[in-house]
């Protein structure tokens, strides 16, 4: 069985980059986040609806990447757990930007949030300094932290294990580490 690791929270807080080292330190697959390839195509000027397409093309995605994984032949880690899939990006993101924007949120993201499972959720904090990029919306610290505690209050309110995630460079890295090795030992003893 495939664990699946979430990595979320506001623009410019490392989530790519972490999702990035975690596979390469597991050697296994990170799904990105759609919305990028896809405001690189369509432009930054997205509406409602849009929303709805990208969250669509997250879980398409999701779920490409899920089954390349199902039908690798990996070994189990040293643990005895599965290697995890890491993911960049969940349907709690899209409620965040959908609420946000637009005070509002497609019934199929709601929906999607409690059909799907997953195992740990690391939310990245504010304390790396905000990175111009043509994608970034939010580079004021004031909105992002606003951001984060739309993220935080959703994780406190659910059931699936989460850890914040904090610190420059090899410092969080080591932090996600900590609680993404802590998930697998236990699955590896539920198995």
């Known amino acids: 069985m495939i664990r699946k690791v979430v990595v979320i929270g506001p623009e410019s807080t490392g989530k790519s980059t972490l999702c990035e080292q975690l596979a390469q330190y597991y050697e296994t697959r990170w799904c ?4 990028r390839s896809w405001l690189l195509q369509n ?3 997205y509406s409602f609806e849009d929303l709805l397409t990208i969250a669509e093309g997250q879980l398409q995605l999701e779920d490409e990447y899920t089954h390349k994984l199902e039908n690798e032949s990996l070994p189990l880690l040293e643990s005895g757990g599965n ?6 990006t969940d349907m709690y993101v899209m409620k965040v930007w959908c609420e946000f ?3 509002k949120c497609h019934r199929f993201v709601l929906d999607h949030i409690l059909k ?4 740990l959720y690391l939310l990245c904090d504010t304390d790396l300094p905000w990175t111009k990029d043509e994608l970034r919306e939010y580079p004021d610290l004031k909105t992002r932290q606003a951001l984060f505690r739309m993220y935080k209050d959703l994780l406190i309110n659910q059931s699936t ?3 914040l995630v904090t610190g420059n460079g090899e410092e969080r890295l080591q932090s996600a580490l900590r609680e993404v090795n802590k998930m697998l030992s236990q699955s590896a003893l539920i198995s």
């Open 161 to 163: 294990p989460w850890s």
């Open 116 to 119: 799907r499972k997953y195992d």
């Open 101 to 103: 924007v637009f005070g």
């Open 43 to 45: 432009g930054t000027q």
């Open 32 to 35: 990105p986040e759609y919305a």
């Open 83 to 88: 290697i995890p899939l890491i993911i960049d």
